[in-house]
C-alpha cells in the first residue's frame, strides 16, 4: 500500500451492509485502501468506491494496488484528492502522467494540469481553496464549493501556499456532456 505523506489524513471509509438476519449493519470501518500518487505529481488520490465496470473484481471495488483511470467509461469512481500548491509540482512529470492516461486534451493551455475526461464529474472542496480553470475564465473554489464539470477541458490550480483536499464523484457519461 502507496503511504500517505506525512501531513495528510487518511480517508476513513465506512461502508453499510446487511447481516444474515436482514438488518443494517457496519460492514467494515477503515482506512480507503486504494491510495494513489502519479509520479512527480505530488497529488494524492485515495479512491472510496466505485460502482460497475469501473469497480475491481471481488469484496473490495476498491482494493490496494487496483489501478484505476480518470474517470470509467461504464461506472463510477469515489475519489478524494490533495492537491499541494502548484509551485511544488513537478510539470514535466504530471505532463506525462496525464499524456499516459489519454486525458490531455492537446490544446494549448495556460495551465500544466489542464485535462479533459468524458465524464460527469462532481467536484467539492472540502479544505483549503483551489482554482477551478477553464479554457476561458476561472473560478476561485473554497471550502463546500461544489463544481459540475461536463466533459470540458480544465485545471485545477492550487496558488494558496497549502494543500486542499477534494472530493471528486465522478460518472460515466451516456450524453454529449452529460445532460
Do not use: C, H
Given at each position: 500500500m502507496l503511504a500517505v505523506p506525512e501531513g495528510l489524513k487518511r480517508v476513513r471509509r465506512i461502508v453499510t451492509g446487511t447481516n444474515a438476519e436482514g438488518?443494517?449493519?457496519?460492514?467494515?470501518?477503515?482506512?480507503?485502501?486504494?491510495?494513489?500518487?502519479?509520479?512527480?505529481?505530488?497529488?494524492?488520490?485515495?479512491?472510496?468506491?466505485?460502482?460497475g465496470e469501473a469497480a475491481a473484481e471481488g469484496a473490495d471495488p476498491a482494493p490496494v494496488g487496483h489501478h484505476f483511470g480518470f474517470h470509467s467509461e461504464k461506472g463510477s469512481i469515489l475519489r478524494i484528492a490533495d492537491f499541494p500548491p502548484d509551485e511544488t509540482m513537478d510539470t514535466e512529470a504530471l505532463g506525462h502522467f496525464l499524456d499516459e492516461s489519454g486525458v490531455r486534451d492537446g490544446s494549448e493551455n495556460r495551465h500544466f494540469w489542464f485535462h479533459k475526461t468524458h465524464s460527469l464529474?462532481?467536484?467539492?472542496?472540502?479544505?483549503?481553496?483551489i482554482y477551478?480553470?477553464?479554457?476561458?475564465?476561472?473560478t476561485l473554489m473554497q471550502q463546500g464549493d461544489v463544481l459540475v464539470q461536463r466533459a470540458t477541458s480544465h485545471s485545477w490550480s492550487n496558488r494558496s501556499g497549502r494543500n486542499c483536499r477534494m472530493a471528486f464523484i465522478l460518472l460515466a457519461l451516456e450524453g454529449r456532456r452529460g445532460e
Open positions: 438488518r443494517s449493519i457496519i460492514a467494515s470501518d477503515g482506512d480507503a485502501p486504494n491510495v494513489f500518487a502519479p509520479a512527480g505529481s505530488k497529488v494524492v488520490a485515495q479512491v472510496v468506491w466505485a460502482t464529474d462532481y467536484a467539492i472542496v472540502l479544505e483549503g481553496e477551478a480553470m477553464m479554457d476561458e475564465g476561472e
